[in-house]
């Protein structure tokens, strides 16, 4: 083998690349690359195989599977249109946002010059656009019927509450008032359109790399995500998934974009809903075990309802040990 000065360990390609070690041992199982071995039997990796390494990971960050890049780099490029469309749609979309924002700043900016202050809500809508129309209902059992809004519906919405706060009632309501949306449940099947599968296998590979464990569970999720309308929420998102498989699965759908369609995610997991990472294309809705109205929470401590969102989560460990249980309320309580 050559100095090895001129070779990496796994550990430190993997830092270079900005990929993980597992997903070296992927690109290395599917024959993507090979790593040479040390006398200690070690793998390393030097210039060549980080070149190639390196073809693999920017064909991945343009959306293509891992499938989707073997036949790239043997000279099929059929694979590539789709994905290159599929990205220039993204920017797209994010030029177009920006641009949008950007003639607000402008015409805030004018006001500003001739006299005329901008009011709260137009600062708080530029800092966070409203996406979609207001919806109302009446709040359901164990709710009083009190009148509800919900004003602000980003890509990301978690859902939580203790047992019995009916956080599980909010989210059947909230799929069969919001427009082009479904509810799904805690019982998935792998079964879905010939779209969905393809989809959801795509998913499974970039997950996969990330570390999470494929299973039916994680399969039927990703399906039932796939073949549902514009709008999904989702019961208990973990179910059924460990803890590196819900990281997996949190980071997948937040590289989705501000612009993807909206998931409702019901969790009670600090895997899935971790504090200190929510981002501003994200919403937090606690029902509160008083049954008093939901309402939203920001990401922060001393904010309102923060200790008790806290309160309401628990390690997947925790979470996989207290699966199933179900708060008993009195009949005539």
Request: with cysteine; charged share 20%.
């Amino acid at each position: 083998m050559p100095p090895s000065s001129h070779f990496l360990a796994a550990s430190q390609a993997a830092s270079r690349l900005g990929v993980s070690a597992k997903a070296l041992r992927l690109y290395e199982q599917r024959g993507l690359v090979a790593p040479v071995r040390t006398e200690a039997g070690w793998r390393a990796y030097g210039p060549d195989q980080m070149a190639r390494a390196g073809e693999i990971a920017a064909l991945r960050n343009l959306g293509l599977s891992l499938t989707q890049v073997a036949r790239v780099l043997s000279g099929d490029q059929h694979g590539l249109e789709p994905a290159l469309a599929a990205h220039q749609a993204a920017l797209e979309a994010q030029a177009n946002a920006l641009a949008r924002t950007i003639g607000t700043v402008r015409d805030i900016r004018s006001d500003l010059a001739q006299g005329k202050a901008p009011t709260m809500r137009e600062l708080m809508r530029l800092a966070k656009p409203s996406r979609t129309p207001i919806v109302s209902f009446e709040l359901p059992w164990p709710w009083g019927g009190e009148p509800y809004e919900l004003r602000d519906i980003r890509a990301l919405n978690y859902i939580i509450g203790p047992l019995g706060s009916g956080k599980t009632r909010l989210a059947q309501r909230l799929a069969a008032t919001l427009p082009d949306a479904a509810f799904l449940g805690l019982d998935r099947s792998t079964e879905g359109s010939a779209a969905a599968q393809a989809a959801a296998q795509t998913a499974l590979d970039w997950l996969v790399e990330d570390g999470a464990t494929a299973s039916d569970a994680l399969m039927a999720l990703l399906i039932r995500i796939a073949d549902a309308p514009a709008i999904v929420v989702i019961d208990m998102i973990e179910k059924g998934l460990d803890a590196a498989t819900q990281q997996a699965v949190i980071a997948h759908l937040r590289r989705r974009g501000a612009n993807a369609s909206p998931l409702f995610l019901l969790t009670r997991s600090s895997a899935i809903l971790d504090l200190a990472a929510v981002g501003a294309d994200e919403t937090i809705t606690l029902c509160p075990a008083n049954h008093s109205p939901p309402y939203q929470v920001a990401p922060y401590p001393g904010a309102a309802g923060y200790e008790s969102v806290a309160t309401c989560l628990a390690t997947p460990d925790v979470r996989a040990r207290t699966e199933g249980m179900v708060a008993w309320r009195h009949p005539r309580a």
